[in-house]
């Protein structure tokens, strides 16, 4: 048996490389290997596969592009194991975005659109506990409406909490992607009176959610985008109307 047989199927084309590094992607994303966890060292991996060191390098490279593995560096350093952020499907949404000549505003209308079907499934699923947590981010925002990282840390926690709600794990990264290119966009913080009015807005949605009324729900979500989208086209029409331009 060839080092090639060893490393899972066989697929046309594929460099070894690419092979190694699925296997260990697979791993990492199944939990055979835990976040945070030390990956074998390049001579113990060169001896499992049995290639040669370039060739590891080369699977490790990979497995860091697409944010699987971090390398520390020093002593005791090497890969070890991490779980992409939706950042990074952010970023490469940013490209295709640029590729098109899309602006933060056409992801603002997408958002306009999606975000009220979310709200209509958020509330037909929302369980108890989803519910505390919501009400838990609005209370700490409206205690120090004056601390700026507060309020997105908590903002932050209310949205994801309405995403992961609705039910779909698909949905749920779709949204939270595009949420993260609009808000990524902000160049500074929002004046205090934003802030409150978009508290008060999100405890209309939250008390529709908690009252299980789907239509409520996705009125009242739909209202709060709506002023948010006034709010982004009146104060930063020049930065959302510039075309979305993709970074390393």
């Known amino acids: 048996m060839t080092a090639e047989d060893t490393v899972g199927p ?48 080369e699977a490790l490279r990979l497995l860091e592009s697409r944010d699987l593995v971090t390398i520390k560096s020093g002593i005791g350093g090497g890969p070890v194991a991490k779980r992409p952020e939706l950042e990074s499907l952010g970023n490469t949404m940013k490209l295709f975005l640029q590729i098109d000549s899309a602006n933060i505003s056409d992801v603002i209308d997408v958002r306009l659109m999606l975000e009220p079907i979310v709200a209509r499934a958020a509330a037909a699923n929302v369980t108890d506990e989803q519910i505390e947590v919501m009400q838990t981010a609005l209370d700490r925002m409206r205690e120090d409406p004056g601390d700026y990282a507060n309020f997105q840390e908590n903002n932050a926690v209310f949205q994801r909490c309405v995403y992961e709600a609705a039910g779909n794990p698909a949905l749920k990264i779709v949204m939270e992607t595009l949420w993260l290119l609009v808000r990524d966009a902000e160049p500074n913080e929002h004046p205090m009176a934003t802030r409150l009015a978009a508290v008060e807005m999100q405890q209309d949605v939250l008390d529709a959610m908690r009252a299980r009324d789907t239509e409520a729900t996705a009125k009242t979500m739909s209202a709060f985008n709506e002023e948010s989208a006034k709010y982004y086209r009146r104060r930063l029409a020049d930065i959302i109307s510039r075309p979305v331009h993709w970074q390393m």
Do not use: F, W, Y
Not at 21 to 40: K, M, S, Y
């Open 10 to 57: 066989k697929v046309r084309g594929q460099k070894m490389s690419a092979k190694i590094a699925n296997v260990i992607a697979d791993q990492i994303l199944t939990g055979g290997i835990v976040v945070g966890q030390r990956l074998p060292t390049e001579k113990e991996m060169v001896a499992e596969h049995g290639v040669a060191r370039t060739t590891v390098r």
